[in-house]
């Protein structure tokens, strides 16, 4: 040996603490980032107004009130359906090959691509069941994209339960719906609320998705029903990022809702934490 | 009541079954909608919808590919002889020329008479190929031979190294460049990944105290959580410059800039998966290897790693799956030329990154329409063939359990 096992163990070492400061680094580099260069932008009037002279001032209140449309939608629809999902498989179907099925189903939709989603969002949604470029028709495609994610954090919710309590509620009598109802549900509630919040997460900075099934270039005002379209926020970084009518009069504007972005997604990731240590 | 609360108990099951089916109901939807779509490309004639291509009777030539007509409107192939014709340079002629060659009167006020303007031209010029509107045909007129449109076929598409979708009379969609570039960003992205990615999962879950994990475990989830788009964002405006100047490259949106970009997204997923499998080798085996007189170095190489080296393999297939399907980021960051890459550091095109990009203009059920949606289905074929094998790989990872 041509090396003492003892050096080559402290270079190996000290190897993978540098790559450990480097993957943080690199976080901390993209923040650090963001945050420099658009806390400056950021104001009450930024938040609050439309964009204006091309999208290279003003602010960006229509793409946040529209993410906050798709958000919604897309949680409202997915949610009860990832959680009924959810339930079906952990507490009614035993560990069948049918169960067993729907979990492959589950992760492999987990693991299409998003554009996949917006392909698909805009020939169903859009184009053969007529809901055109629609807050419809978006939070439709974001609400099949994030339903794995849902199935997935209540089944591990479900799965933390102790039997004992099942058999318990259902030695005093109760019938199987009024155990799930009443005391699985409400014992596994942080927990799927923690996936509920992921999935805001999520849903707040897909682009790929959107772009052909709801998103809007340009449109300074508020939607009036389910069917008109709406600016996002992810869209619209992408848009004044890339093709804007003035890019570098744009980028302070691209900056702040870069950072806003970023904000909702720390929040997020930051609520679930807390919620999961408060269990 | 006793049967009212029977009945909801069976339909409370009936519903839940129904939302259990959901996400399995929307992959068919996802296959049916997608291929049928997508496949209707093979069907679709090679010049675009609307109009045809013809010559002068007298003209042998009966048939030429969407590449030779292509090549002919370029003035790359100029004589017959090259498209199996009788010599002659070939003059190809689009339907707007017409306009400059008669008066408005010639015409006619309402277009009535450019059929038969048209007509003549090919009439007089026996070399001539002509791009037109089917309306504007001159049916009648016997100096002219319309020529069949060639379907578009697979081993075109699969194998054509051109991807011009826009190109009039014939848009070529070959689809390799395209496959070439998201093969390129990803494999570089994962080769990237992979030491960076191992390195940290092997120091999270062998060398780190509690502390420390507790503080790197949010990072990457954090990392995982940023939108790609502002990836895509950070990339455009912190790397591309970076690479541009460090390496005085022309552009900066390079197929490398993808790939880091692509390398840290894939980051997460590689470190948590492999950590996890780490974390999972027996105590017993590590505590056997630590008292035959191994360092806790060679521990780590010949037995953990080993031992936890399935489950390695699923984090590289799930890792390159992201990568491979990742849209914005690349989009933004690699410059998009459909070319066939020939170095790290020119502008390529992913496949996800064109859909992205060119769905938006192309014409709802028109050729190209049709292509993007195939692209959607190569995709959409790749990340389930990779998604499966990454459950087969962590299936027989969790039967090696001891």
Redesign the interface.
Known sequence: MTMNKKTEQKIAFALFRLLGLLVAGILFWILGFIIYNGIGVISWEFLTTAPTEGMTAGGIFPAIAGTLCLVAGSVALAFPVGVMSAVYMNEYAGNNWMVRFIRVMTNNLGSIPSIVFGLFGMTLFVNTLGFGDSILAGSCTLGLLVLPLIIRTTEEALKAIPGSFRTGSLALGASKLQTIRKVVLPMAFPNIVTGLILSVGRVSGETAPILFTVAAYFLPKLPDSLFSQVMALPYHLYVIATSGTDIEASRPIAYGTALVLIVIVLLMNLLAATLRKLK | MKRL?LI??RL??A???L??????L??L??IV??F??GLGLFGSSSVEKGYALCVHSSNPVEQLTPQQVKQIFDRELTDWREAGGRQGEIVPFRFDELFSLYSEEELGEDGELLAQRLGEVIARTPDVIAFVPEEYLPRGNRAVKVLPAEKISPSAFFGGREWLPTATPAPQFGVLPLIMGTVWVSLFAILIALP?GL??A???SE??GAR?RK??K??????A??????????G???LAPLIRETLHLPVGETAFAGSLILA?MA?PTI?TIAEDAMRRTPLAMREASLALGA????T?YRVVVPCASSGIMAAVV?GT?RA?????AVL?VTGNAAVMPHSLFQPVRAI?AT??AE??EAP?GGAHYQS??LL?CI??AI??L???SA?YISGKNSGKEI
């Open positions: 609360r909801t108990e409370a099951e519903a839940l079954a939302s259990g089916s959901v996400s399995s929307a992959i939807l996802i909608f997608l049928r779509e960076l390195g940290v092997i120091y999270m060398l780190a420390i503080l790197l949010p990072t990457i989830e954090l990392l959580g940023i939108p790609s788009v502002v990836y895509g964002f950070f455009l405006a912190v840290i980051l470190i360092t806790p170095w060679q780590i799930l799956g491979v399907g990742e849209t914005m933004m996800p859909i992205a769905l938006g709802a993007l949606f959607g995709l959409f990340t389930m990779i998604s499966v459950e």
